[in-house]
């Protein structure tokens, strides 16, 4: 087991921009940390690839944030990834690796949850099942309903946004919000707390939405706690972000939707072989 130190950064990844939601918070929870932030925009929208692409595209990432940047935790802000690969390849890692599914549904069972459950994630995060078998791995009596949203990720990571375009498709994806009578709706796609606003908009006053994003944070206060990794450092934390194609696009987002200084995004090609295998330990 590597020995890991409090001064080495966090590593973040996610298909494209939806990771930035997650970012935002653990930059406001830890201060005083440095963040490795990775978008993998030559693969994205995750949502409508197999499992074996998405497995592959994850431990890629995640082998590189060891060995590259040699980061301390690995926060996966992509729910697909948590949903499809993390199960399978976190055991091949030293560093731990923590998802967005477990922290949520660990947070929302320690006190009353909802008992309809609306999800709104990934089409193969939906077929994956994983959120249902979490929850009621966990205990959860309730019901839950997932709902495939192919569309939100393309035009949410689109240089314009269509905010017609994604009020129809919130529309039509929140139909069914109403015809079972849900009283909760989770945002299970990084990507979708950017259009909160038009959701919002359309669902009843009587439904709560729920952002994954300070669960998450929360447990990796709780991992870096129980580790003794906490960075002690008095001075304020650095983000550095790196993408896998159209570093300039990217960084416009960046700083559109999340608000994050980005004058030097990285173009990193985390999915060659010979890459991988001469980055330094």
């Not at 939601?21 to 925009?41: A, C, I, M, Q, R």
């Not at 994850?58 to 060891?66: C, D, Y």
């Not at 993408?243 to 990193?268: H, M, T, W, Y």
Request: charged share 20%; with cysteine.
């Amino acid at each position: 087991m590597r020995a890991f130190q409090k001064s080495q950064p966090i590593g973040v990844y996610d298909s494209g921009v939806g990771g930035l939601t997650v970012l935002k918070t653990l930059h406001e929870k830890f201060p005083h940390e440095n963040f490795v932030y990775f978008g993998d925009t030559l693969n994205l929208p995750y949502g409508t690839k197999s499992q074996e692409q998405i497995v592959h595209y994850s431990r890629n990432i995640i082998t590189w944030l060891a060995q590259g940047p040699q980061v301390k935790l690995v926060v996966a802000a992509c729910h697909t990834s948590s949903a499809l690969a993390l199960e399978e390849i976190s055991k091949e890692f030293d560093v731990p690796i923590i998802g967005t599914i477990h922290p949520l549904v660990k947070s929302l069972l320690k006190k009353e949850a909802p008992q309809k459950i609306g999800i709104l994630a990934t089409p193969a995060s939906v077929k994956s099942l994983t959120h249902e078998k979490i929850f009621v791995k966990a205990g959860f009596q309730g019901e839950i309903v997932s709902i495939a949203c192919p569309d939100f990720v393309p035009l949410i990571e689109a240089e314009k946004w269509d905010r017609t375009a994604l009020k129809k498709c919130a529309e039509v994806y929140l139909k069914i919000v109403e015809e079972k009578k849900l009283n909760a709706l989770i945002y299970g796609c990084t990507h979708y707390p950017f259009i909160k606003s038009i959701v919002e908009e359309i669902l009843p006053s009587s439904v709560t939405t729920i952002d994954p994003a300070k669960h998450i944070a929360l447990e990796v206060f709780e991992r870096l706690s129980k580790d003794n990794l906490l960075n002690g450092a008095n001075v304020k934390g650095k983000s550095e972000f790196l993408c896998s194609s159209d570093p300039q696009a990217f960084g416009e987002k960046v700083q559109r939707l999340a608000g994050f200084e980005s004058s030097n995004v990285i173009l990193k090609d985390v999915h060659s072989s010979e890459m991988r295998s001469n980055s330094l330990l």
